[in-house]
């Protein structure tokens, strides 16, 4: 936006704006020049006080001229010498003692500023510079009870000077009392409804203490004011993001893009905003926009390379992390991130090799040892895996996904109750998690802790009513125990209402009815579970050739085990149904 009004800060944290600061008149932000013009400085400006000369005579005048003269030149330390020289000369002069006051402030020498100030005082209570000057050299001594009180004082003094409600606001921020802020805005704005940074700040405040509706009000209030008011557009921008009206903050940040293309903190932050709608692709334009303005900031890269992970285009992450490296070959955080855009891919050697290299001294070394522990159970070394998670495990010891990682390579190993130690773990830890519910049910079905099992999968329906495969499990493992059978059918039927076409599913409800004794009813939905299987399943064929026994259908039922024992040829339980079949066939001199 060519010749608009300009912060040079960035918007950080939550809504996106930087905490105030304290101190001089400025207050909260740099204004416009004319703006600032409406605002008078507490300490005092180096000029000489209306009437010194008839007021101290020639040889206090002079003193005070070189005073002036070396303030001038920034030798402050002179300038006090020869302004309390002046006041030898001149000793109840209120605008010299001001000035010397002011003099110490700048030199920051706020205990000898106070008792010039209050030097002043004495001479003239109603010194409404004093007054500001005292103000300001309590609060730079973080006296804010006296700061206040002198600031309070100035108001009494000249109510229609709208810097002194500034300061005092900001004093209010620095202390965290944002009520009093907010009434001592409002009282600027009744002074001069046309202060910017009065309205600024109060919208700032109303955005940081969580009240983005309030603040959204304020910005448009400014931004009708001033449309060009850029700080205001990016606060108005945060204020909508506070509220989740996403579009609207995007539209604001596109319009000030608009006015001012290069503005790189307007442009990160609508990439942010992207982000945050998982509009990766545009978020992509954006940061490769800013990369172009600095193609050396290896920050940007870095979230390029994130933005390459999440659309799962590894390749590309793998050469954006591996650029970034380059220039910085200590930054552990994208050597993280490199070895798990390794892991996808399953280069699972490489992926080990990079986080190796992250040391235990950096904070991503535990999250290296998660991944570690979970590429080497990938690689079916359980007990290395195991090792470096329980490592993990005591410098994090509530992250829930270790005890669970550990849970699925008990479970793997076929050590049950293990198993169970480490998912009651994570569930105790993230008890809404229905992925460790779902684990934890099977280990204990596994364990045969049938009570339990089904007590856990029904806290997983109340906590995920629409979870397909826990309505499944439950149903399938009643009928396979014999038991609830009306239960398990209806179960299960609630699973094919979520996923109708799921063969897993169907065989669940075929083994149900088979286990009713509704063996016609079983062998057409069984059959439907072949056809809608996306690969050969044992257990189907297993289910199946039951039924076709059951119906006294003994060829066929010899087919489907076979067909069982084809993809999984060391089950027992199959090869003797098919022994005691064919001795069934030879005995009938089939």
């Known amino acids: 936006m060519t010749g608009s009004r300009r912060l040079r800060q960035g918007l950080g944290g939550l809504v996106g704006l930087a905490l105030f600061?304290?101190?001089?008149?400025?207050?909260?932000?740099?204004?416009?020049?004319?703006?600032?013009?409406?605002?008078?400085?507490?300490?005092?400006?180096?000029?000489?006080?209306?009437?010194?000369?008839?007021?101290?005579?020639?040889?206090?005048?002079?003193?005070?001229?070189?005073?002036?003269?070396?303030?001038?030149?920034?030798?402050?330390?002179?300038?006090?010498?020869?302004?309390?020289?002046?006041?030898q000369f001149d000793p109840r002069s209120v605008a010299m003692q001001t000035h010397l006051a002011s003099l110490y402030v700048k030199r920051g020498d706020f205990r000898n500023a106070i008792n010039a100030g209050e030097n002043a005082l004495t001479l003239d209570p109603k010194s409404l510079q004093a007054h500001l000057i005292l103000a300001s050299a309590y609060q730079s001594l973080h006296n804010l009870p006296a700061a206040e009180r002198y600031f309070r004082r100035a108001i009494e003094l000249n109510p229609a000077r709208i810097d002194t409600y500034l300061q005092l606001a900001s004093l209010y921020v620095g202390a965290k009392r944002m009520p009093e802020a907010i009434a001592m805005y409002r009282k600027a704005l009744d002074v001069d409804p046309g202060s910017l940074v009065a309205r600024y700040n109060l919208g700032?405040?109303?955005?940081?203490?969580?009240?983005?509706?309030?603040?959204?009000?304020?910005?448009?209030?400014?931004?009708?004011?001033?449309?060009?008011?850029?700080p205001a557009l990016m606060a108005l921008g945060a204020s909508f993001e506070a509220q989740g009206q996403l579009s609207e903050a995007k539209e604001?940040?596109?319009?000030?893009?608009?006015?001012?293309?290069?503005?790189?903190?307007?442009?990160?932050?609508?990439?942010?905003?992207?982000?945050?709608?998982?509009?990766?692709?545009?978020?992509f334009r954006e940061y490769q926009r800013l990369l172009e303005q600095e193609p050396n900031n290896s920050s940007l890269k870095l979230r390029i390379g994130l933005i390459y992970?999440?659309?799962?285009?590894?390749?590309?992450?793998?050469?954006?992390?591996?650029?970034?490296?380059?220039?910085?070959?200590?930054?552990?955080?994208?050597?993280?991130?490199?070895?798990?855009?390794?892991e996808e891919q399953k280069r699972f050697d490489e992926a080990l090799e990079e986080l190796l290299r992250i040391p235990k001294e950096s904070a991503r070394y535990p999250d290296a040892l998660f991944h570690r522990g979970y590429i080497l159970s990938q690689k079916e070394r359980y007990d290395e895996a195991?090792?470096?998670?329980?490592?993990?495990?005591?410098?994090?010891?509530?992250?829930?996904?270790?005890?669970?990682?550990?849970?699925?390579?008990?479970?793997?190993?076929?050590?049950?109750?293990?198993?169970?130690?480490?998912?009651?773990?994570?569930?105790?830890?993230?008890?809404?998690?229905?992925?460790?519910?779902?684990?934890?049910?099977?280990?204990?079905?596994?364990?045969?802790?049938?009570?339990?099992?089904?007590?856990?999968?029904?806290?997983?329906?109340?906590?995920?009513p629409k979870n397909a495969d826990g309505y499944n499990y439950l149903g399938y493992m009643f009928a396979d125990e014999g038991i609830k059978l009306d239960e398990s059918i209806a179960l299960v039927q609630k699973a094919l209402e979520l996923e109708p076409d799921n063969g897993a599913f169907l065989d669940s409800l075929g083994w149900a009815y088979y286990k009713k004794g509704m063996v016609d009813e079983a062998l057409v939905e069984l059959?439907?579970?072949?056809?809608?299987?996306?690969?050969?399943?044992?257990?189907?064929?297993?289910?199946?050739?039951?039924?076709?026994?059951?119906?006294?259908?003994?060829?066929?039922?010899?087919?489907?085990?076979?067909?069982?024992?084809?993809?999984?040829?060391?089950?027992?339980?199959?090869?003797?149904?098919?022994?005691?079949?064919?001795?069934?066939l030879s005995r009938e001199g089939g």
């Open 21 to 87: 600061g304290q101190g001089c008149v400025a207050a909260h932000t740099a204004l416009p020049q004319s703006e600032a013009n409406r605002s008078l400085p507490i300490v005092a400006v180096a000029q000489a006080p209306e009437g010194a000369e008839e007021e101290a005579g020639a040889e206090a005048y002079y003193r005070f001229m070189r005073s002036l003269l070396a303030e001038q030149n920034g030798d402050h330390q002179a300038a006090i010498k020869w302004q309390k020289d002046a006041l």
């Open 527 to 584: 059959k439907r579970a072949v056809e809608l299987s996306k690969k050969e399943d044992p257990t189907i064929f297993d289910h199946l050739g039951d039924v076709y026994f059951q119906k006294s259908m003994v060829r066929e039922a010899i087919k489907e085990w076979e067909r069982s024992l084809a993809l999984d040829a060391a089950n027992e339980g199959v090869q003797q149904k098919v022994r005691k079949a064919r001795d069934l």
């Open 252 to 283: 604001v940040y596109q319009r000030a893009l608009e006015g001012d293309p290069r503005n790189r903190d307007l442009r990160e932050r609508l990439a942010h905003l992207y982000m945050r709608q998982k509009d990766l692709d545009a978020a």
């Open 386 to 464: 195991s090792d470096l998670l329980f490592s993990a495990q005591a410098l994090r010891p509530k992250e829930a996904n270790i005890p669970y990682l550990l849970g699925l390579i008990y479970f793997q190993q076929k050590s049950f109750s293990q198993a169970i130690v480490q998912l009651e773990r994570a569930a105790a830890l993230e008890p809404s998690n229905a992925a460790f519910l779902y684990q934890l049910g099977s280990a204990f079905e596994r364990n045969h802790q049938i009570d339990k099992a089904e007590t856990t999968f029904r806290k997983l329906l109340a906590i995920d």
């Open 309 to 342: 992970y999440d659309k799962k285009a590894y390749s590309e992450a793998v050469g954006a992390f591996r650029d970034v490296l380059k220039q910085e070959p200590g930054n552990h955080e994208v050597r993280y991130y490199l070895g798990l855009t390794l």
């Open 204 to 230: 700032r405040i109303y955005l940081e203490e969580g009240q983005p509706e309030q603040a959204s009000q304020v910005f448009k209030e400014i931004l009708e004011r001033d449309s060009d008011f850029e």
